[in-house]
Each structure stands twice: as C-alpha cells, then as structure tokens.
C-alpha cells in the first residue's frame, strides 16, 4: 500500500483499509464494525456516516493516519490539511473527527519542518501555525484554549485543563466523544 495512490480517491482509500483490516490490531469495536461492512460492500460514505447513531465517528482513528501525511506534504500547508480532510471522511464522518485530523496533520507539516533547526518555537507559537487552516470546531476551541493557558502555566497543566480533566468535549447525554483528540 503506497500513499501516493490515494491522494483525493477516497474510494480507493476505503477499500484499502477494509481489504488490509486485521481483526487482531487494537481498533474500537465501531471500527471493528465499519471497516467490516465496507469489506462486505457498503458505501463508505453511509457506512462512515452511521456510526454512533448517525452522528459520525469523533474518534481519534483519522487522526492517527493524519502525521504521515503532514510529513509527505509538509512543503504545502493547504494540501495536508486537504488530505487528511479526505482521509478522515472515508471513516470518521463527524466535524470534529475531521478536524482532529487536520489539526494533527498540521502539526505533523510544523513539526517536519522545523527538523534540524537551532532555535524552536515556544508551544504557544507552535500551536498558533497549527490553528492557521484549522476549521472552527471544538478541536481549535481546544486548541486555542490550551495556547492561552500554556501562555501562564506549564505545558502539562495546559492539557489537563484543556482535557477537563480526562475528558475532552464530551457534553452531558452524548452518546460519543471525543477522548484523544488534540
């Protein structure tokens, strides 16, 4: 399987993952489930869109295949989150899920290029070349939040206060949230 031949063929995307899915690698059981009924035929687009009643996956799965991607496009800011757009809806079709893969994929464009560097961004700065594409959602609220505190706390502090304390952006009644997002 070579990134390369999936760039903006989401169809061809889907089918990889399912036809290369292993039932013993550590996926949530909703994924178990998805990459299954895509395998046996099912449109990606309704399979991914159905997940947790019809809400869509907010997981951290696209997000997880996002790094590589800001990596291999690290020299085009727009074309990685661009990818890891497309890359999220084959199997996460929720706002949130996709831009946790955007912002990872940002990230990941930030980090590559500043290798090899002397002198490092402050977190906070990091975090602002991140939130440069990164569609409004709860994810660059998050984001956003854990620059301003990282501004007068430690990093550590930022993120459990970001992460409420372990759970991040999970309102009371949801049956889905979002746990391991950025």
């Not at 869509?56 to 790094?67: D, E, I, L, Y």
């Not at 946790?100 to 290798?115: C, E, I």
């Not at 961004?121 to 609220?141: I, K, M, N, W, Y």
């Not at 007068?152 to 391991?180: I, K, N, W």
């Amino acid at each position: 399987m070579q990134l390369f031949l999936f760039f903006n063929d989401q169809d061809r995307l889907a089918a990889s993952l399912a036809i290369h899915y292993d039932y013993d690698r550590a996926y949530v059981p909703s994924m178990h489930r998805v990459l299954a009924r895509i395998r046996e035929g099912e449109p990606w687009q309704v399979v991914a869109g159905s997940t947790f009643e019809g809400q869509g996956s907010w997981g951290n799965g696209a997000a997880m295949r996002a790094a590589p991607l800001g990596t291999f496009f690290a020299d085009d800011l727009d074309m990685a989150a661009t990818q890891a757009l497309l890359s999220a809806q084959v199997t996460h079709a929720h706002a949130e899920g996709d831009a946790g893969a955007v912002a990872v994929a940002l990230a990941a464009v930030q980090a590559t290029r500043l290798r090899g560097r002397a002198t490092l961004p402050t977190p906070c700065d990091f975090l602002e070349s991140v939130l440069a594409l990164l569609p409004q959602s709860g994810v660059r609220s998050r984001i956003m939040r854990a620059q301003a505190i990282g501004k007068v706390a430690s990093v550590q502090f930022a993120v459990y206060h970001v992460r409420d304390r372990g759970f991040l952006y999970r309102r009371p009644g949801d049956s889905a949230g979002v746990e391991t997002q950025p």
